[in-house]
């Protein structure tokens, strides 16, 4: 029997299935950093950070941008469910921008507005960097 | 003659009505598939969550979170009710406002109070009309109801039950079960229980030997983020079901008002002819009687 050398990504979302395709690496933000994946990974269960994720196709790389959610991975498949994924197109450089005012407007008194904002702010500025790549 | 006019008047009058009637049929059909559609792409994400919170507290243990607890000392409920915003769409409000009633005067007959939180503006119509007071009116969801937009109820929802200020979340709308059949129900999606997260959970993953998993952060963590996501995914469900059965109801409506516009354009025309050939079997009399009457 040939090597396996792929295994299977999907990325869901509420709304729908962002992607669906085999693969031989991917890269994902996890909640403490980025991490990659490749075929044969042990079983894991973690959480995703907000970030762009990185994966590779037979076609080339392909970049999604990811916002919080889980990572699962059992049997060569990785599955993504996130509250809210887009491509890099659907992306829209002046729509991040004004997140990003928005953003740095928020308030920071509280805790969990500070946090909040942050978030806000990361979002926004990967959103702007994706959009201008791509 | 005036008679005859009449009928004529009228059954135009239901051809246009027919017109209208079918048009709306054809768009609902429509959107139905795009709300349909829209409704199947939420389950893969309901359905894997709740396979993970399965894995999770299986591997967590007996777990212990605020969303679980179920207070017995407060006595103030909370009821989402999802009504349309649009009328024209048979027994579709009727059926959810009804359940909605019904599961208030229960609560009130436990002796708690509802907070109603009301979508879509027939209901607030209609409860406007009982005279019944509603904290949160909701209006500007529309057809498509995006996740953004769910997520901010969803989230004032637990932060009110986190502190304590309600005992349990429902949420009434009409469930879609098959394209044939909807029912109205009252579903409670706080505090989220075992069997909850249960229910959905395929069999062939219940006989699946649970996996050993690494986790990362630790599975106590990771449940604190995953059951908050269980309950806006769950609330988001709720509302992309009521827009499909919304449109199946309105369907079925509009075919139901096209088929008896039909029925009435044949009766109508039947009545004309009638009348019409009255008319000229008179006349015939009258020139056969007069020409009788100079021979």
Known sequence: ?134 | MANRRLLVKRRRAVRNIRKITRTMQLIATARFQAAFNRATATKPYTEKLTELADDLSRAAGDVEHPLMREPQDVQRSCLVTISSMRGLCGGYNAGVLRTAVKHLIEQEALGIQTDISMVGKKGINFFKFLKRPMVEQITHLGDKPAFEDVEPIANALMDRFIKGEIRSVYVSYVKFISAAKQQPVVVRILPLSKEDTKDNVTEAHEAQASIDYEFSPAPKELLDELLPATVRARLFQCFTDAIVSEQIARMVAMKAATDASEDMIKLLTQQYNRARQTAITMELLDIVGGSNALK
Do not use: Y
């Open chain 1, 1 to 134: 029997m040939a090597k396996r050398t792929t295994f299977q990504c999907s990325v869901i979302t509420p709304e729908r299935a962002v992607l669906e395709c085999e693969t031989t690496s991917v890269v994902f933000p996890a909640h403490d950093g980025e991490l990659g994946v490749l075929v044969n990974r042990s079983a894991l269960l973690c959480r995703v950070g907000i970030g762009a994720m990185r994966i590779q196709q037979a076609s080339g790389m392909q970049t999604l941008f990811v916002d919080g959610g889980f990572a699962q991975i059992v049997d060569n498949r990785l599955t993504i469910l996130t509250e809210q994924s887009k491509k890099p197109e659907e992306l829209n450089t002046e729509d991040a921008e004004q997140a990003l005012v928005e953003a740095l407007a928020m308030d920071m008194v509280e805790d969990a507005a500070f946090t909040a904002r942050q978030r806000a702010v990361k979002r926004a500025k990967i959103q702007i960097r994706l959009s201008k790549a791509k």
